[in-house]
């Protein structure tokens, strides 16, 4: 495959490349290679972008360059190379003389990436250790202040002491980023560095990044999301199946992609453009009337009123904290208001006494964001998807509906994948036949890719039955591509709300306009000191 | 930022010790009303079917071991007792259970603290030679904490006599002269709680050793055996922890079959003797003494859980976590 | 998100099927083994458990004898097998008293809440700090001894635990997202228990059951040693340990043996306990 080595060659040939790959290829066992014949490099101060579908071979390339592939992995390169060393035939031995000190890596989700038991700061001198030289004990302490520092922590004496989980998400992250960087390497791996974290601490540490990169290190960065990558990259490489399929500059691959798997993780990542569709004139299936919630003294929910017409999406959008789950499952039934009312087509609902309730239930139904909690775990897919089975439809039609094959229905909930749980959960919802689905984040957890099959399939339903949908969700993303209405909610009071065309382009509240400009998106240009 | 000992967290502290008491005063109350309610005729039991229909002799008795008074007061003696020192007086043997009890406990306490220490040693060095160690080495392990756990000690004990004592004869085959007669007992008694430990420990291990931050220690350059010192031997501290007090009440009862098999003197022996007796004086006092070595441990161990996981102490940062950087 | 590393390879998925497959293979032969000898004992043991012969006293393992004779010329093998009945049936009972003792209490606290609940776990606070093994002598102590006595005492000192098992699995079960989602498709109360609670809770207590029982009947074993279960000259293992004893430097096998169907017994249980454990798990 010749194809992929001559885009290598566009490093800058001036410098050395801190990392170096020919021809890599990674077995496990007996089982088909999941990474064949890939070949890039990385130089000191440049940006270079895996990314691909989950599954594709790209985190198992980036830990190749750790050694840490995992038991029983087979690596084979033609080069494999890290600030100019050999690594083809290294030993565990002398992979520790190299991991921390050419090479470290910045995993994703702090939270488990750093030792919970142990203290920040120790973490940070852990990293130090790896420079080869030892540190004196009195001098140990300074540097992990600067490296802190460095990595943009204010009052580093003081968080070096402190714990992993009194940091915030967006320190602990760089806190993470300090302890890779104080070995000094000369590249820096990244994976999904920013997947956990909120919309606006996202930028904060792509920008950290940016800088880590501009300050000489070579930073190797995978991901599966195309707008992170594309504020960050100096170049991209697709990897799908195992090989990297296209290469070059963000602009060009992600605006004018040319192979089908970069075309699919393009159209997924761009996000949907809202549209405007007219329902025809009904009463409201779902009316939520001046609701409010209290746990203890605070406030989740606070005088909050809703319509759902039949067959409309509505969107309720915010962040953790602002009551949009709690108003959820109010709406469904599960939680009683402390005032206001609801009515579920037209009859009373909260308040109303569960046995004269229940019969209705199947009228509302519920697609939650971990389906695999939602699953009792002794029970296999059939059984699951039968127990809202009324007579009619049977499992396999069902499980034909959401695009799933039958065979599933005798597998256990765990043996599936995310976006196959989720369809089944869709599709234990659907036996029931309900007219309204509330949706609450039914895809955060999922991968870019499979957010879009997901929400397709949601889409369809819809409009194939007639379903309301409710659908909770942080996502803007996600709202626009499904909802026609959507209500922003933050501390538990509705801030905006109306048509998703109109609310996206011109945005009244401060709130509104804060989320909107959140969103990273594709082509937006990268950041770089020139 | 100093070590602030909060004034919630010495409120814990507090509550936690009155938890304790309140479990040390339920101990001794179900054990007194145990034995009033269920234990039968006492006087009967003292002296014997026959002597107890002896006129005048049944009074005589009664009095002599205050249980002619009324219930409640009886059980305010006893627990008033607890705090002077006094068990009660032995229906067997008529001295008193404290005294009876003091010139038993110094082979036990030997015993038993012997096997702590080993159990531990064994369990830990086991774990962190076999940490990060082939598939063979793992599995052989395992195997030997299957073993462990499902040797009944007393068994271990008597096969272990026939071995070493009779056998070989490096060992003394009763008694409690000197650190020879310590050492086959201490094996036997240790066997159940190490496996345990060690079973614990590994699990734990290996839980930890798969969490993302294994990984990122890893890519900082650690190696097997750093990784399990710095990092996770601390995350198996919390389970053992857990299983201080139950690991301490399953060596006394363990030291109750390994003396009997031993031959050795101690508590255990005074103890089975006077359960065949029925001489509910001593029984209940050696169990009551029991829960108060439990509680205290347990206490312990959970004054000791923030010390190990600063996610479960309740002090309050100092610089409030930004939601924005 | 990421790419799984250490997705099961077929390698490791073989292994897993060969190691269930061995583990039916000896719950099968267990089950075998334990039919025989606690029906027909009399199948595979060659002489009466308690027919002496005094001109072959002491005669060491081998020929017809086994595993040799003890101190009155009776087969120490016959009288493992008759012996089982006994000492099996006596872990037995007393695991499934605290089986049922746990439970009902168990359950009262996480239905019934309120005061009942806090004094059941108080109650069982209490009950755990004591030792097993002297709780179940205190328990001997107040009702005598004997090998139904013995079950009783077992049974009452395990009882705490499965207690505290049922409890706690009870709330996590009911408070679960499933039971929320049967819920939310209309299904009535009494089919989410018996169809969602019943066996996610019953499942975690006969794992538990099942490890239990191998301690229990080594710990009736072990009161038998100490003369407070069965009385020689009943065949039960523990008994015989006590007699065995004092002839271990002349004719170790009359203790040995006994005490070896004990550990056979508690192994076998003890594995396949773990394996019921390791299946519910994934």
Known sequence: MSAPETLVDRATPATAPVAEIRRLTIGFGRAAPVVRGVSLSVGAGECVALVGRSGSGKSVTARSLLGLTGRGARVEAEVLRIAGQDVRRFGERRWRGVRGSGVGLVAQDALESLDPLRRVGREVAEGLAARGEPVPRDEREALVHAALRRAGIPDPEVRARQYPHELSGGLRQRALIAAALAGEPALLVADEPTTALDVVVQRQILALLADIRDGGVGLLLVSHDLAVVSTLADRVLVMADGEIVESGAPETVLTDPEHPATCALVSDSVGRRPQGRTLPQAPPVLEVRDVSRSFGTRRAVDGVSLALAPGESVGIVGESGSGKSTLARIALGLLEPDSGSVLLEGEQWAGYPERERRPRRSRIQLIAQNPLGAFDPRLRVGAIVAEGLRGGSDVEALLKQVGLAPELAGRRPHELSGGQRQRVAIARALATEPDVLVCDEPVSALDVSVQAQVLDLLTRLRDERGLALLMITHDLGVVAGICDRVVIMRDGRVVEHGPTVEVFEAPQHEYTRLLLEARPSVGRGRSRRR | MGRRVTSRARHAVLRRLLAAVAVLWGAVTVTFFAVALAGGDQVAAILGPEAASVPGLREETAARFGLDRPLLAQYLDRLGGLFTGDLGVSYQRGVPVSSLLAGQIGPTLQLAVSAAVFGAVLAVGLTVLTAGGGRVARGAASLLELLAVAVPPFWFGIALLWIFSFTLGWFPAFGAAGIASLVLPTLALALPVAGVLAQVMRQELDVADRRPFALSARARGLGPKELVWRHTLRHTLVPVTTLSAWGLGTLIGGAVLVEKVFSRPGVGRVLVDAVSHRDTAVVSAVVVLAALAFVVTNLLAELLYPVIDARLRSRVPDAAPETAR | ?282
């Open chain 3, 1 to 282: 998100m990421t790419a799984t590393l250490a997705s099961p390879t077929p390698v490791r998925a073989g292994r897993r099927a060969l190691r269930s497959r061995i583990l039916l293979l000896i719950a099968g032969l267990a089950a075998v083994a334990a039919a025989v000898v606690l029906l027909a004992p009399g199948w595979v043991a060659p002489f009466p458990p308690d027919a002496g012969d005094f001109a072959n006293t002491f005669a060491p393992p081998g020929g017809a004898h086994l595993m040799g004779t003890d101190q009155l010329g009776r087969d120490v093998w016959s009288r493992i097998v008759f012996g089982a009945r006994l000492s099996v049936v006596v872990g037995l009972v007393a695991t499934l008293l605290a089986v049922g003792l746990g439970s009902v209490l168990g359950l009262l606290a996480a239905f019934v809440g309120g005061p009942v609940e806090t004094l059941i776990l108080r109650i069982v606070d209490v009950w755990l700090s004591f030792p097993e093994l002297l709780l179940a002598l205190l328990v001997i102590a107040l009702i005598g001894p004997g090998p139904t006595n013995v079950a009783v005492a077992i049974g009452i000192a395990a009882a705490p635990y499965y207690c505290r098992l049922v409890r706690a699995q009870a709330l996590t079960v009911v408070r679960s997202e499933y039971v929320e989602a049967a819920r939310v498709l209309g299904v009535p109360p009494l089919r989410t228990a018996l169809r969602h609670v019943l066996p996610n809770v019953g499942g975690p207590v006969v794992v538990l059951a099942s490890l239990g029982s191998g301690t229990a009947i080594s710990a009736a074993a072990g009161l038998s040693l100490l003369g407070l279960g069965s009385l020689p000259p009943t065949p039960e293992w523990g008994a015989m340990l006590a007699e065995g004893q004092d002839h271990l430097a002349t004719a170790w096998w009359i203790a040995i043996f006994p005490g070896l169907a004990v550990v056979a017994v508690v192994l076998v249980v003890t594995v396949l306990g773990r394996a019921m454990q390791a299946r519910s798990l994934r």
